[in-house]
Structures are given as C-alpha cells and as structure tokens.
C-alpha cells in the first residue's frame, strides 16, 4: 500500500491548511448555540375558549427541572 501526501500532488496545499480551513467554516455553526429560549402559545379548554391566567409547568426531562409561571 502506498501512501500519498496532499504535498506530492503538486497543489501545495498542506493537510494543516485544509484543518483551518475546515475549522474556521464550522466556527459559526457552534457560536450560533444559546441557553435561552421561550415557549409561546395559547392555553384552550376543550370548546377552544382562551383559559387566561392558567399555571403552565415546563420541565426538562433529563434532568427533571421544572419552570412554572401563570
């Protein structure tokens, strides 16, 4: 089995060229994450009348934390 550099194909690009580049391209996908977020929606009863005020409890399932707000 023989085994070629990216060198000895006469483009004189560098495996450590193509890894900057490579990260430099993925950089914004991983500073777009955030912990924030928000919930929207409207709370119905069963004859689809608006229930104002009514509590509302999120809770993370992994780690069983729970947010509640009226």
Known sequence: MRCHSLRST?????LAALTG????????????????????GVLTDTTKAVVPGAPVTLTEVQTNVRRATT
């Open 21 to 40: 580049l490579a990260l430099t391209v993925g950089a914004p996908a991983a500073r777009a994450q955030s912990t924030y977020g928000a919930v929207v």
């Open 10 to 14: 006469g483009t004189g690009v560098s």
